[in-house]
């Protein structure tokens, strides 16, 4: 059976496909911090914090494969390998940086509803009452 609105679900999986790579916390960290300039991987590494070696590998690769970073390699002795945002990822930048602030702003609204919502959960599954849960749309 073919789908009513096809252009939705094509539009959803486009959404979709870029949001898996820029969606994460590494991606998002690792781009904010190339976004003060050109960085080495350790220098990066050291400046994210709490990344693996492995963790930050992966997530370079994904974001040079995509378009948002380049990767330069200079021929000296020792290597030289230095990271920078493409224009691709310096327009990545700003969506990144408003989201980052935006949870900034409300990081305490999200962990009230959350408390909220599991003490109400937490009062259903012990069956105490008729506590039920809100839930807005």
Request: aromatic share 6%; glycine share 10%; hydrophobic share 35%.
């Amino acid at each position: 059976m073919k789908p009513r609105h096809e252009h939705l679900s094509e539009d959803c999986h486009a959404v979709s496909d870029i949001l898996q790579r820029v969606g994460d916390k590494w991606t998002v960290l690792v781009v904010g911090k190339l976004g003060e300039g050109p960085l080495r991987f350790n220098e990066l590494r050291a400046a994210v914090g709490g990344i693996s070696q492995k963790m930050l590998t992966t997530t370079l690769r994904g974001l040079e494969r995509d378009g948002f970073v380049t990767r330069t390699v200079y021929p000296i002795i020792p290597p030289r390998v230095d990271y920078e945002l493409t224009d691709l990822g310096c327009e990545l930048l700003e969506p990144v940086n408003r989201l980052g602030e935006w949870a900034r702003k409300n990081t305490g609204r999200v962990n009230a509803a959350r408390a909220r919502f599991d003490a109400a959960a937490a009062g259903i599954e012990q069956g105490v009452g008729s506590n039920r849960i809100r839930r807005t749309v």
